[in-house]
């Protein structure tokens, strides 16, 4: 396979390998070593969680690039663009420079040598890790922050060595591969974690296995609420502290306060002065698509958000109330995957949604079917008012609500980006 195509690519890559999902290392770390990809001379930051990464990678990549650093971003999934997933600088990496970066790891991967007698095949996932970093060691950057994919220790991202690993939170999700308790999903995020470098936890209340793996294999631990933390007040401003350092009075950002306190300890931890950057400034002004996000269309506010699973849209109730947006009605457009836990998911919107509105995902072989959407909300008590495409869903939740209320799209990352191209957004 080669190809100066980028929709070529992907296409190709969606049916490559025989699972979407094949955790593990050893496939991926042959082919990188072939491409001398193992051992960048950049500082990395390496970012998993439950909830939160996309906000705190963000928050990283920020902050580095106002000290100075040429930083690249790689995160997981997209939204409206595959480009999206690989930027240097700010700046989405262009078609051109992934097809070469695909073609250079399919080389790689046909090769047969002393690493392994037979051509390697690798997951869309592995693919996109390897273009990364590709790209990133062509441009020269001084800084690489990495979002993991699934769960940690088995993740593509985990072939790099991080400088700095970071754990945003851990709760119940992709059960069926990392684990059915927070103990055990702990484990699978600790396994980012390197001896002899810092790992900061910002979850406020972790499972023992972080601090445990940490112990055991001789990482750092840096804690959100005893090495660090912060606090909110109600005048909209929020105060940081670390070790040796206080901030107070200072703009509250609009992203999770936990992963920009975590993103402040990395930057501690390299020595950045976060007066001289300006770094509560720089944090203020920081959004990142399809979290909270907030516009208008057809003279109707909508809200998109990403949250799929419970931890995200309890997170996504408090953010409606601390908005004061509520008891404005809600018309919710809602598509999930069929793997996650959909009744406590919804359940956590149930006392402020008056409407809800089905979308079909169907040509996402993952996705919950429009049925068990409806029966999810029959087990709620609830009842679907339309179905239909995700903009059939919005069209008809803006021709049953008035202006002042609000239409909130949620449930995966499918469904945001389906919401975004039916509202005609760009970003």
Same mark, same amino acid.
């Given at each position: 396979?080669?190809?100066?195509s980028?929709p ?5 890559l969606?049916?490559n390998?025989?699972r ?5 290392l050893?496939r991926?770390?042959t082919?990188?070593k072939?491409m ?10 390496t ?6 990464k996309?906000s705190?990678v963000?928050a ?8 100075g650093?040429?930083v ?8 409206i663009?595959?480009n999206?997933r ?5 700046e989405?990496v262009?078609?051109d420079e ?9 080389s790689a ?8 007698s ?6 869309y996932?592995?693919y ?7 790209v990133?060691?062509?441009?020269n ?20 060595d991080?400088?700095?690993a ?9 059960t069926?591969w990392?684990g ?5 999903i702990?484990v ?8 002899g470098k810092?790992?900061i936890c910002?979850?406020? @209340?972790?499972? %023992?296995?972080? /601090?445990?793996?940490? =112990?055991?294999?001789? +990482?750092? *631990?840096y804690s959100?609420?005893h ?7 109600a ?24 992963s920009?306190?975590a993103a402040?300890?990395?930057a ?6 976060l ?7 720089c944090?203020?002004?920081?959004r990142?698509?399809g979290?909270?996000?907030q ?10 958000d990403v ?5 995200a849209t309890a ?6 109330q ?7 009605p ?5 598509a999930?995957?069929?793997d996650?836990d959909?009744?406590e @998911?919804l359940? %956590?919107l149930? /006392?402020?949604?008056? =409407?809800?509105?089905? +979308?079909? *995902?169907?040509?996402i072989s ?22 239909g495409?995700?903009a ?5 939740a803006h021709g ?10 949620f449930?995966?990352?499918h ?5 975004l191209?039916?509202?005609?957004y760009?970003?």
């Amino acid at each position: 396979m080669q190809s100066t195509s980028l929709p070529v690519w992907l296409a190709w890559l969606e049916q490559n390998h025989p699972r979407e999902i094949d955790l593990g290392l050893e496939r991926i770390a042959t082919v990188a070593k072939r491409m001398s990809l193992l051992n960048p001379t950049a500082t990395v930051v390496t970012v998993a969680g439950t909830n939160g990464k996309g906000s705190c990678v963000a928050a990283t990549a920020a902050l580095l690039g106002a000290a100075g650093f040429s930083v690249g971003v790689y995160t997981s999934p997209h939204l409206i663009r595959y480009n999206e997933r690989i930027v240097v600088d700010g700046e989405v990496v262009a078609d051109d420079e992934i097809c070469t970066a695909f073609n250079a790891i399919y080389s790689a991967c046909q090769l047969v040598d002393e690493l392994a007698s037979s051509p390697i095949s690798l997951t869309y996932f592995e693919y996109s890790t390897l273009a990364a970093l590709g790209v990133f060691r062509r441009r020269n950057v001084t800084a690489m922050v990495l979002e993991v994919g699934l769960g940690g220790r088995l993740d593509a991202i985990n072939i790099i060595d991080a400088d700095i690993a970071v754990i945003t939170s851990i709760a119940l999700d992709h059960t069926d591969w990392l684990g059915d308790n927070r103990e055990v999903i702990g484990v699978e995020k600790a396994g980012i974690m390197r001896a002899g470098k810092p790992v900061i936890c910002a979850d406020p @209340s972790p499972p %023992n296995s972080i /601090a445990a793996s940490a =112990s055991q294999l001789g +990482a750092v *631990l840096y804690s959100l609420n005893h090495d660090f933390g912060y606090t909110a007040s109600a005048q909209h401003t929020w105060a940081w502290w670390s070790k040796g350092y206080e901030f107070v009075d200072q703009p509250i950002p609009q992203l999770p306060l936990p992963s920009m306190a975590a993103a402040l300890q990395v930057a501690v931890l390299l020595g950045l002065d976060l007066t001289a950057i300006r770094a509560f400034e720089c944090l203020s002004g920081l959004r990142v698509p399809g979290r909270f996000q907030q516009c208008t269309w057809r003279d109707r506010e909508v809200i998109l958000d990403v949250a799929h699973n419970p931890a995200a849209t309890a997170y996504l109730l408090s953010r409606l109330q601390q908005s004061q947006l509520l008891p404005r009605p809600i018309h919710a457009v809602v598509a999930m995957m069929s793997d996650k836990d959909r009744v406590e @998911s919804l359940v %956590n919107l149930k /006392a402020v949604v008056t =409407s809800w509105y089905l +979308a079909d *995902l169907s040509f996402i072989s993952r996705a919950a079917t429009v049925d068990e959407l409806q029966q999810t909300l029959a087990e709620m008590g609830c009842s679907a008012v339309s179905k239909g495409s995700v903009a059939d869903c919005l069209s008809a939740a803006h021709g049953a609500s008035n202006p002042g209320d609000i239409i909130l799209v949620f449930g995966s990352f499918h469904t945001v980006a389906a919401g975004l191209q039916a509202i005609d957004y760009s970003f």
